[in-house]
């Protein structure tokens, strides 16, 4: 059996473990932290259980790509979906009106031409476009047959360009770029073609995860252990090790002060890094990389980080609400990343607010907890960068709960009752992000999917060093379906296109 070292164990590193793992590798998986599943990580206070990253999912309806994928990891059994409002599941809160997105294109179409009758004819147009695009990618469709041209024009074309093409009405084309908090859009940036993988991938049916997303990791870990794989924690990769050709071992060292165990040197006929592609480079001391491709990695823009509060509620105190809430309090949702000022630093608001219910159990009919997210720049905590968590100082809490109420206000706009019933809450900064993931700047997504960037800021999983390859949304997409892609194509590198697409036909 070839032996496979696998760096981090977020959805990429996990996902792409059981594959390999079932394909006769022997698999180790290396995790610096004590809990294993990176973004799908869940945390809890006391009796409150919080999601940190994947807070929910799309296309997971028979037939439909999720759902064929996570049979194909042999999992799809063992986690447990909540479905969210098919005639609503995400809301756009703009200038004071919602907008509801459904499930499906006739439902989307007619639900928007409510607001915009005399545009019925260019949603159709809009939506047919998203699902030409999402056919484009042939890891996103789960198809060989796909359109390669349509997938090179969307990748350099702007998410704002092409949607100011398709559609006439000004407030219509915010709506439609309401979303964009789950990819950190930026205009003239953003390819339409993350857009379009997105917003098809939940218009096809959306889901919360039960139970939180740390159920997925538990589940692939399960199957990861099941075909003989292993899964060390506390176990830092702080060297990849290289002979003149080849990668040769991963070193790393203990990361428990509990623990005794040395850190050690782990031998791999083949070494897959699930980390950031920049955190990657930092382990390798080799002349195989050409400096063109470390400074290009180097050089890679990454997306914006985020703020976070968790909210805990009074028992059976705020109805559980199954759509996510977009709020925004500016007219331009292209002006997201950024504050509106009022008189003071200390006043100001956030122009986006993401706002989502954590599901216990299926349909529920309270909450227990619930999240508030927005953007922030980790320019805005630089100034503790050299702390480490619970011991950031007072100015640190300070800041954390004057932004923490300002949100909370924000969201109390819509919901007049929701201060008077939350019992407790918790924050989480860009510092946050960064420990518990190693992603520079604490991004949320990774490197910058950009127009201007070569490839549109892709990573290809192939390396020059013949035998280590990359894995994440880094290498594909954002969000849950891309990193699952881009999985799919790391292994595709390794057990060929055809193999891969001939076992994913079996759970279709």
Known sequence: MKKCVIIGSGLGGLSTAVILAKNGYQVTVLEQGHQIGGCLQCFRRGDALF????????????????????????????????????????????????????????????????HFPQSRDELHRYY??????????????LNREVDLDINAEYQTRSVNEVIAHTV???????????????????????????????????????????????TVADALATVIRENGGKIVTDCKAVKIECDDT??????????????????????????????????????IDSHLLRPAYIRRIRNARNTISAFTVYLQ??????????????????????????????????TQRPKVALYMHFCHADQP?????????TYMSINEVQRWANTTPFHRGQDYEIFKRQMAERLIDLVQQEYPHLRENIAHYYTSTPLTYLHYTRIPDGAMYGIAKDVNALGGGSISPRTR????????????????????????????????TDEIFAQLKKHS
């Not at 060292?253 to 592609?277: F, K, T, V």
């Open 51 to 114: 999601d940190t990253g994947m807070h929910y999912i799309g296309s997971a309806d028979p037939g439909q790509t999720l759902h064929t994928i996570l049979r194909y990891l042999g999992i799809h059994d063992h986690i447990h979906l909540s479905r969210l409002n098919p005639s609503g599941y995400d809301i756009v809160s703009l200038n004071g009106d919602h907008y509801r997105f459904a499930n499906g294109k006739e439902p989307f179409v007619e639900t928007l031409a409510q």
């Open 128 to 141: 047919d476009l998203i699902q030409s695009v999402a056919t484009s990618s042939a890891m996103h469709s």
């Open 168 to 214: 006439s009405n000004p407030l219509l084309r915010q709506v439609l770029a309401g979303i964009q908090p789950l990819y950190a859009g930026e205009k003239d940036r953003t390819p339409f073609s993350t857009h379009a993988l997105i917003t098809d991938f939940y218009n096809k049916s959306a889901f919360r995860i039960v139970g939180g997303s740390s």
């Open 246 to 283: 080849h990668a040769t071992a991963v070193i790393s060292e203990n990361q428990s002060p509990c623990n005794e165990r040395e850190g050690q040197r782990y031998p791999a006929d083949l070494i897959i890094s699930a980390i950031h592609p920049a955190a990657t480079l930092d382990l």
């Open 313 to 346: 509620f009074r028992k059976d105190s705020v109805p559980y609400m199954n759509h996510n809430l977009y709020l925004y309090t500016t007219s331009n949702t292209w002006d997201a990343l950024g504050y509106n000022q009022h008189s003071t630093p200390n």
């Open 365 to 373: 009919a309270y909450a227990h907890t619930a999240e508030i997210i």
């Open 465 to 496: 060093i013949p035998n280590l390859l990359l894995t994440g949304q880094s290498t594909a997409s954002h969000g849950m379906l891309g990193t699952l892609a881009g999985s799919l194509l790391t292994c595709a590198e390794i057990l060929t």
